[in-house]
């Protein structure tokens, strides 16, 4: 099963951009099933999760995007959608979808890539001034 990103491109700051994330195989991956997380890295920063979904519907968000970005489920779509609002430089980054089993601990302090064993290939993000 492969997870597939889109929707990312160039934007100035203060502008939007919607990724999604369908599987390859949707009939067999239900994303209701999983927790789906958003993840990005930056050129010569680490990752850091963005935000989580869980199979609950339990959602998290890092700090930086908190009430800017937005994570969605469709399910009759098997597609999950991160709005991204009000974009800054900052947010310039590759982007990449994950799935996993459960989510991370929400008493961590920030959404780990552990535990997470599916992901896309990654959608670029480019935001100017």
């Known amino acids: 099963v492969q997870l597939v990103e889109s929707g990312g491109g160039s934007v100035q700051a203060g502008g939007s951009l919607r990724l999604s994330c369908v599987a390859s195989?949707?009939?067999?991956?239900?994303?209701?099933?999983?927790?789906m997380g958003w993840f990005r890295q930056a050129p010569g920063k680490e990752r850091e999760g963005v935000a989580s979904m869980g199979r609950d519907a339990r959602i998290r968000y890092a700090d930086p995007v908190k009430g800017r970005f937005t994570i969605s489920r469709d399910k009759a779509k098997n597609t999950v959608t991160l709005q991204m609002n009000n974009l800054g430089i900052e947010d310039t980054a590759m982007y990449y979808c994950?799935?996993?089993?459960?989510?991370?601990?929400?008493?961590?302090?920030?959404?780990?890539?552990?535990?997470?064993?599916?992901w896309g290939r990654g959608t670029q993000v480019t935001v100017s001034s």
């Open positions: 195989a949707a009939s067999a991956f239900p994303y209701s099933k999983y927790c």
């Open positions: 994950a799935a996993a089993s459960f989510c991370p601990s929400y008493e961590l302090a920030a959404i780990t890539a552990r535990g997470f064993d599916y």
